[in-house]
């Protein structure tokens, strides 16, 4: 094993079990044998048990920050707990290198009746920290908390992005050598989730391995080179984190838009948007484009009854469900009389600016007031291109028109 | 990577480890809780009397009343218990004073992984450092009782012998039968809820069938199994040193205390062994 690796996993599985009654049985039955020093023989599957994860190996070095993804119950969550040590794998086996701190809920162990310093000292002898340790960190864990004399008060009188600060303060200044982080950023607002994923990154220019489990997509195209992707217990991909993301939609992708054609078919269904075409600006069908390219979106649309003066509106969506833009006919100062039986209506796009990644286009047809649609549709995927160059680190959302000055 | 810094975890890892790394392990274990095992403790204690008037009073007032209540039925002539040279509010006191350790300690310890909950299915720590915590409980309960019998041994102006400075040691078997018997009814709460309730109600009703408020019967059904319960024999001797400066039954309390400690050892292996299976099942 080479010097730099801190966390290998080895064809790691978990079981877990659908029903309590069973969990009860099985648990008594599990324990009984290991206390006559039998094994359990975890690895064979009982009536009601399933794999929560399943046979799931990868190695993690000094400094990486690798993500996790995959739709809910896809045993992110359970992973992680085994690389703390919570759970113990059931198959396989987990090698862990230094000191972990997980933050696998933020402010778990927090008491609500005791203020926040109490808490401060508690939550640190959890996590492993001597007193003096936390002494020396104190001043530190409040100034990064940022609440000010609140630290006093007893914690159950906290907002929760308060209680969320504390929690992540303290996890964050245990000096771990592999920090676990499970989808607890999400509690803050945006500037303390800003200030956490910066921590973050600090500690990785340290040294420090992170592992992140999350749902934010672009927080993960954001955070990490390296992502993994879970699909009901299974890996199934590890890779470059864009390469890994879109593993996630295309596994994903028929659900998504199942989903979303649930949601935006809420409408009266009066309209109904039967075909949405991208052209380039030679009028071709096209589905891959420049930052700098125009786009034609041609819309064919079904009118069953005659409508007066709708509003047409697109929008651009990201494939992690970023809005990008929109525009409407109400916007445009365009009125249209009515609506009847087939038609087609068509914008040009004069330039996309979007960088790189994968897009739908969403078109709705409301009625006059813009409150409620007739009729939705999610269609037209596209893919852009954009010579802005990936380091896999920050990525914008959009590449503006502009010009320099004076240089 | 160095080996002995290095973490692993796989199945039923213990029964791979020798007998006696497994004791080294829980030894190593231990000693890195004893912070957090304060912390915990603090945590409960000034946690449980943070909202209420009376504070850490209500340990003394716990007791005033029991005793009182014995006190009651034993002058109305509904109880009928002698206790020769001593007065009976003294007695009854000093056996409750002892009876907390147990009956305290062993709620305090069953109910201590369950009531932890999300702590422990969220956060990787020595689930030992819970239980041990929640025996500190019992401590508080104890030294309150132990001023309180103090007082009351003043005021009835009874002279304890001087064999009564070795009670914090005389009572230990005691700590480690709670400790032992709490680390193995954790688990099982953790299993079955059920647990935390049948303990309660154990206890509750063991105080009246162990001589805690009396004197142990010479003969029946009662006696016979006072004759053999070990913590029977403890409570006794603890009281009898105390009062009269001896234990009659030495030799009882010696096997009695052999008993405790290898009840204690056992269980907290047990708990050792098992205790990554509890928090997937809570």
Known sequence: MSDDIVVRATNVSKKFCRSLKHVMLYGAKDIGRNIVGLSSRSEILRDGEFWAVDNVSFELRRGETLGIIGPNGSGKSTLLKMLNGIFMPDKGKIEIKGRVGALIEVGAGFHPMLSGRENVYINGAILGMSKKEIDKKFDEIVAFADIGDFIDAPVKHYSSGMYARLGFAVAAHVEPEILLVDEVLSVGDYKFQQKALNKI???????????????????????????????????????????????????????????????????????????????????????????????????????????LNPVIQFGVVRDDNLPCFCGNTEMSKIKIESIEDKGYFEVKVNKVMLTSGKYAVVVIIFDRSMASPYGANFMGEFIVQSDYPRTGKSCPTFMVDYEWLAY | MPADNVTIYQPDKQLHMGFWAVWKEMFVELARS??????????????????????????????????????????????????????????????????????????????????????????????????????????????????????????????????????????????????????????????FRDTVNLVTLLTTYLLFLMPVVYPPPESGILGIINQWNPLSIIIVSCREAVLYGSIPNLGGYMWSSIFCLVVFLISWRLFHLVETKIPERI
């Open chain 2, 34 to 191: 004893r912070e957090l095992i304060w912390r915990l403790f603090l945590r409960d204690f000034s946690a449980k009397y943070k909202q209420s008037l009376l504070g850490v009073s209500w340990a003394a007032i716990n007791p005033l009343i029991t005793v009182g209540v014995f006190v009651f039925l034993n002058r109305s002539g509904v109880m009928n218990i002698q206790t020769a040279d001593v007065p009976y509010p003294v007695f009854a006191l000093l056996g409750l004073t002892i009876w907390v350790v147990f009956s305290k300690g062993l709620a305090a310890c069953t109910s201590s992984i369950v009531s932890a909950g999300s702590m422990v299915v969220k956060i990787n720590f020595p689930k030992i450092s819970l239980v041990i915590a929640a025996m500190g409980q019992a401590i508080v309960e104890l030294l309150v009782r132990i001023g309180l019998t103090i007082v009351v041994f003043i005021i009835f102006g009874v002279m304890p012998s001087g064999m009564a400075l070795l009670f914090p040691l005389l009572i230990l078997p005691i700590f480690f039968l709670a400790l032992g018997l709490g680390f193995f009814l954790a688990l099982l709460a953790g299993l």
């Open chain 1, 201 to 307: 990154l600090k500690l990785g220019e340290e040294g420090v391995a992170t592992i992140l489990v999350t749902h934010a997509l672009h927080t993960v195209r954001f955070m990490c080179l390296r992502a993994i992707c879970l699909y009901k217990g299974e890996m199934i991909c590890d890779g470059d984190s864009n390469k890994t993301i879109q593993a996630f939609q295309t596994k994903m992708n028929q659900e998504v838009t199942v989903n979303l054609k649930g949601l935006l078919n809420q409408g009266s269904n009066e309209v109904e948007i039967t075909n949405v075409e991208l052209f380039d600006k030679d009028r071709k069908k096209c589905s891959v484009f420049k930052s700098s390219d125009s786009m034609i979106i041609g819309v064919e649309y079904f009118a069953k009854n005659k409508v």
